[in-house]
Each structure stands twice: as C-alpha cells, then as structure tokens.
C-alpha cells in the first residue's frame, strides 16, 4: 500500500498557497466593500430581504409609560444581516421576502460585515411561494403537536426554532442534533451512499466496467448536497462542511493524508478567503471546534478499533465541547449528560426520520420527542469566565502536538464539568 502524503511539503508549496488564500480574501472583502458602499452611498437604500427573526420587545420611556415594537432581523441578497423595528402591529412575516428602504447612516465596514441596526420602512411584502416553504406545510400536515413540528422543520429545512424550544434543546444538550450542521451532512452523504452502492455496482458490470465507483458516487453525492445547501441558503456550519466534503474527497482521491490538522486549517482558511464574513459567525466556529476536537481524537488514538472509536468518539466530543458549550449557551441540567446516548442514536433517527415524512408517517416518534419537549430538566444558567477560552484554544491546538497539552484541556473541562454538576446541588 503506498503512504499518504501531506498536502504541503516545501515552503514554495506554502507560499503558492498563501498567495491563493490572499488573492482570494481580496477579491472577496472588495466585492464586500462594494455592497457597502452601495448601501451607504444615499441616504436610504431599497434593500431586499429575508426575514429571519420577528419579536416583540418592550422598554419604558423616559416619561415612564411602555412603548411595545418589534424588532425584525433580516438578511440580504448579499450577504449581509442588520436588525431593524417595525410597529407592534405588523403581521407575522417571519421568513417571508420583503423589500425596505433601509437607512443605514454612518455604520463602519466592520458593522457591515458584523451585523448592525438601522432604521427602515417595509415597502413590499412578497408572496410566500418557495420550495422551503412549502416542504415546511408538509412536514406540518403530519403533526398535531406544533413545537415537534417546528422541530422538524428546523431539522430538515433549518427553520429557526421558538425561544422556549430552543432553550428546552440546550437544558437536555441537544441542540447541536437539531441546528444542521456537518454532522447532518456525513449521516446524509452515508445515506446516500449506501442507496446508490448496489444499483450502481448493478449497471457498473453490466454496462461500463471502466467507471470508478468512488469518483461517480462522489460526483453524484455531491451535486445532491450542493442543491440541499443551495435550498437551505447555505448555512455556515453546512457549507464548511461541504467544502471540507468536496476537498477531503480531492485530497483522497490523490493519496494525500486528510485526518491532519494541516488540512483542516487549510481548508478552514479557504472558506474564510471565499466568504471573509463567516469569521463573526459563532455558529461556523462551534463547527470549527466540533471537527478539530474530533481530529484530535483520531490522531492520538487511532490505534482503537473502529467499534471503540464509534462508541468512545461521542463521549470525547461532549466532554470538550462542554466548556464551549457553556460559555455561549449557558444551560445545563442533570440530562445534559445524556445527549452522548442521543447523539449516537441520532444517526439513525435522522434518516429514518426524514424516510417517515417522504411516505407519509413522519408522526411515528411524536410521542417520544413530546416526552423530550416536555420533561423538566431543572435547568441552571451557569455563567463561565472567558478566561477559560483563553486558556482552551492554546491548550487544544498545543495538545496536537504535546500529550501534556492534551491532559491539561481534559483536566480543565473537568473542572468546568464538576463546577456544573456542583451548581446543580
């Protein structure tokens, strides 16, 4: 068998490389700056837009009677997301299209690519006619209870989830399993992968023998993929994932090594020179996180069996993300611990899941998942130091080189995982 080769081996190949990633980062913050300079270039600008979020909010006023508005957030063609407030009595329109006169005033570049809050007038409201739409009316014909229906309209066409769902989600730690992210996109490429292997093998002897089934099955696989995220308007979490898919399949395809943190920052700094905005997207960086801890898993113990590494891999993951975890989030009960169980069971809910929507039976597990959406979890909010990332990140990226490093964040994410349980007492 011949020995997987690094991706890059000389500093000449650094360097090409280096320069690609610039080269890319420019094109893409110029065409970035473009849009806003666009945006600011009156007064007011006609914007069209998705809105993502709608909700109530009240403050009182300086003469001390309430003043209730809602605060939409909404985001572009382009790219970019801004809030805005709309009167208290404007319609539902979460996820519809509408256009706006935006004032964006004095906003910065780095507003702009962050997120920012400008005034604005909703000029058209469109008709609600997508795809997505109307698979989220079908998933919802086969449900009574309405919150496991928006969960799996979040699970199959990422539909943001109510408040109290969500935080519901984060009490049992499974949160993760409902936001699609690269985890969703390996069961679903597997999936896919298993129904065109024997139909494929099947018309491969009969009809062109000469075909590679790794490359076709990739192609094919792909192309599905790239449509699914084309239809949930990218994600971050999901195109990082395809992106790795896509890349990780080119480096196999040519005997280079993929399980290396090389080529897993490489492929981080590729997707950051195409799309520069994802580096304010928690989201894109929990991702980030979940992948490099598993790296790190299988490099330093791939001497496991792939049963041992099946059922060891998802008590790893938990236990160093735990700190992550909790420093965004927050929430933790005593069935958080549990989401190691779910989470292995997930790979197989998920696509069975998806197959009972398609034939019509998707309410199979209703009764399950209300146990779930309804439990008392007795939930905390614990509030952690950031000091804690500070000391994490450089920890963990030591840790792929140094053992000691390693023992040092398992140690730390114990700690934070006593202090946890502690609370709850």
Known sequence: MLEKVSLLQTKEEFLKLALLFFTLLFFSLSLEYYHFKELTKFD????????????????????????????????????????????????NIKHKNVQLEVWAGDITFYEYMHGFFAFSKIVQIYPDNSYKTKLNEFIDSQHSNRDISLLYQALFSAKELPFRVQKQLSDLGISHLIAISGFHLGVLSLVLLFILKYPYKFLQNRLFPFRSYKRDSFFIIATLLLIYLLFLEMPPSLLRAYVMFVIGFILYDRAVEILSMQTLFLTILFILSLSPRLIFSIGFWLSVSGVFYIFLFLIHFKELTKRQQFFLLPLWIYFFMLPYSLLIFGNFSLYHPLSIILTMLFS???????????????????????????????????????????????????????????????????????????ALT
């Open 44 to 91: 007011s600008q006609l914007v069209n837009a998705t809105v993502l979020k709608q909700y109530t909010k009240t403050k009182i006023k300086k003469s001390g009677k309430k003043k209730s508005y809602q605060v939409l957030k909404l985001k572009t063609a382009e790219g970019f997301r801004f809030y805005t407030t709309a009167s208290q009595t404007l319609q």
């Open 348 to 422: 197989i809910f998920y696509p069975l899941s998806a197959f009972l929507h398609i034939i019509g039976f998707g309410n199979l597990f209703d009764n399950l998942l209300a146990i779930l959406l309804e439990v008392d979890t007795h939930s905390i909010t614990l509030s952690l130091s950031k000091l804690y990332t500070l000391l994490l990140i450089p920890l963990s990226l030591l840790s792929i080189f140094y053992k000691p490093a390693l023992y040092a964040v398992a140690f730390t994410s114990l700690l934070i995982m006593l202090q946890a349980l502690f």
